[in-house]
């Protein structure tokens, strides 16, 4: 077996590496893996010929989702996406430009987040991968994980993912942010420019 093959078959675990940004909110990294489904030859592809593939939450009723976690100190923002795309979703293939970057609150423990998004071009998917036993993974349509996706952030990096896809992208998107910083306890919604190209 070629060592560019070779996967480790353990997820990382801890926070003694995490990164954190200059509000004190963990920094999380992920991926929207995708694939042309049915091209032959066209420079130009519409939606239905987009795939993605999301990911079952290891919290039973909570969804589909894409991969993503904690961006660590030892590791470039590019690197801590892949690496979480093999170890919760088993595949590996091109990362491509940031989609954007998104502020949000966890439902769950009401912490602050700083999620960034990249495209994946998937090239390879495994048999094995770190979280096989504890994941499900499923092909879908661009249209179908608008319906399964848990997370709104994760939604608008679809959407961002898609207009670049089909050429529909001219450089900007208008996008909402959840704020995590507090004005007397309150959270405030603001709107962002988000590059797209």
Request: aromatic fraction near 8%; charge should be positive.
């Amino acid at each position: 077996m070629e060592l560019k093959n070779m996967v480790t078959l353990v997820s990382r675990t801890g926070r003694h590496l995490q990164r954190y940004n200059f509000h004190g909110h963990r920094q999380v990294v992920g991926c929207i893996p995708y694939r042309y489904k049915g091209i032959n030859g066209k420079s130009v592809v519409d939606e239905d010929a987009i795939e993605v593939l999301v990911i079952s939450s290891q919290r039973k009723g909570k969804g589909m989702l894409f991969p993503k976690g904690g961006w660590e100190k030892d590791e470039s923002i590019q690197e801590a996406a892949l690496r979480e795309t093999v170890e919760e979703a088993g595949v590996l293939g091109d990362v491509e430009s940031e989609l954007g970057k998104w502020s949000f609150k966890s439902k769950n423990n009401g912490n602050c987040y700083e999620g960034r998004m990249f495209p994946l071009l998937v090239k390879e998917q495994l048999e094995f991968w770190p979280e096989k036993d504890v994941r499900q993974r499923k092909w879908v349509s661009v249209r179908e994980a608008r319906k399964v996706c848990h997370y709104w952030w994760m939604k608008e990096a679809l959407e961002l993912l898609v207009s670049r896809l089909t050429a529909q992208g001219h450089g900007v998107v208008d996008a909402k942010i959840e704020s995590c910083l507090s004005q007397e306890g309150s959270i405030t919604r603001s709107s962002k420019i988000l590059k797209v190209f």
